[in-house]
């Protein structure tokens, strides 16, 4: 480990608030993607989010803000965390505030707060602590939000992208500016540039310079969690994260607050083999596939097919004459697309939810 | 009724030997594609083709050829019918052998024979039944062997074909000659010519007049046959049939008969919408789509999806983005193929056959 981190300085807060619609019908509400056994090792995808940071924390200084309904699901797969309640979710920038005012109480001071999505895939661990590392690093000597940066390795669209401004150290570098989901065009030449990373997800910040940037930029916001940390440990605690939760807006931190701020940083380094597990294809990309390129879980079988993706774990599915094609099998509903649509399987979940289909939900 | 028909003549016999190999993972060994209820009516495909010809024939003269396996399903299916066992499938001909002999043991007489595949569609069953008509009144009147034959709607390469010669009366015509499934380009010269005609299987006889001609074509067949006339309703006829069964050869009545026969007839007529049902894409031809040409049976979701046939009664189906797809599911097994492989389905049962997977065959 980095010897210049103090690490009882650190807290790791997972977030674990999202629905993962994009994974149906594996995916459900009362198992959304963070809990699905689908990353390599075989474990749930939050448990190898946390196992992955786990040398770089003291036991208790982890965190999962997760959403009220998920908590016996949480108490399974992370036993030992602390649990951060979201009344209603509303996206990240409230889920990240209410980890940075938890992480000040806990610890009783102003720690270094690595915030991770709970349901992306990693592939190379070591690698990936070492770019957390420099990230601790760079948070514990400078007032900084830092977002950990992808090399691209394809000019992708499904990620929002961040370009990259002078350099402060190796791998770190100001954040010249942040960019959404790009076309296919914007892609190539953001790939082609060398200057553009992949907007990760994951953060690195101390907890009291994250809040002052809400409280800049997110007024409404700020103060709320000003009130919650006033009762944090009292009566009313779960009563005012309701209220405020019920009245703030949802909205994401980087569009909230990193796309206004000054001080944003881009940490980057080794490929440590990240993936967001996006959608099935993504997820797909993380295995070793057949001859044909195709990747198969499950009991199926496929003729004459190249490049499909199908998981089948309940019942046996055939595939003949196909290519480029994702067959999911969730046991009482069956999925099938295209690659090149996969990232529209959530139009079906919003479909079944206007048909009131609670059973496939 | 046809006033020239002796309606006391006629005996109706069901080729129900088929596996159905094409309808997997619906059609099953112990459930082969004749007793699947996958009719227009929602009857199974062989209760739809007996009700279509009762109103040809007296109560009793109907026989189902079927194998020995089958019998508890034919006795469901079609409680009334003599059942003639078959120890093993040796295809057509020796089942129409089979069914000619019995005929004349059964009735005391020499009758005119129907024979029918078990597992067809006709959408128009009057005009069916008009054509059948003239083909009896033909065989009552000639010593002739009939095939009934369909006026091609399409170049289809799925179905044998039958070339017209010389007028003998309003569509009944000599037959010129017997042609096997052709390639693309043949069948478009077939379709475009209008002197060729698709084989149904559907074949009108008398008892006397195939069993002369297999004695001709095929005299091992024929030898066998009589072996078994002169045992029925005796204590040896089981084994005898056993024996024979052991023995003979494994051949169409078209390859081993027909195509050498000179007293061949084709009979056409009106257009009764007949279908052989044999695939999932023929099987979808025979109802009305969606406004995007989908054909939906069961519990199953399209969107942005045009052409593709779903059928889906033991769980919930959701098909994005996807054109001419084939997505079948039976609750233990799913199928998917592009509709124009379908008439490949049978190679996962082939291979399924090879890995002895008997759960799935």
Redesign the interface.
Known sequence: MNSKINRSDIHVAILAGGQGTRF??ISRKDQPKQFLSISKSGESLIQATVRRVRPLIEPDALSVVTNVAHIPLIKEHIPDSNIIIEPVGRNTAAAIGLAAIYSQVNSGSDPVLICLPADHAVGNEDKLRLVLETAVETAQRLDCLITIGIKPSAPNTAYGYIKRGASLAQDVYKVSRFYEKPNTERAQKYFESGDYFWNSGMFVWRASVILNAIKTYMPELYEGLEKIKAEIGKENESRLVAEVFDSIESISIDFGVLEHATNCLVVTGVDFGWNDVGSWDAWAEHFQKDQQGNLIRGDA?L??SQECVVY?KK????????SD?V?I?S????????R??VQ??K??VV??EA?A?ED?I
């Open positions: 149906w019908p079988l003729i004459d089948s019942r046996f599915t055939a595939v003949l004459g196909a094609l067959v099998d046991g009482d509903a069956l999925l099938v697309c295209p090149s649509r529209d399987v139009k079906i479909e079944l048909k289909r496939l």
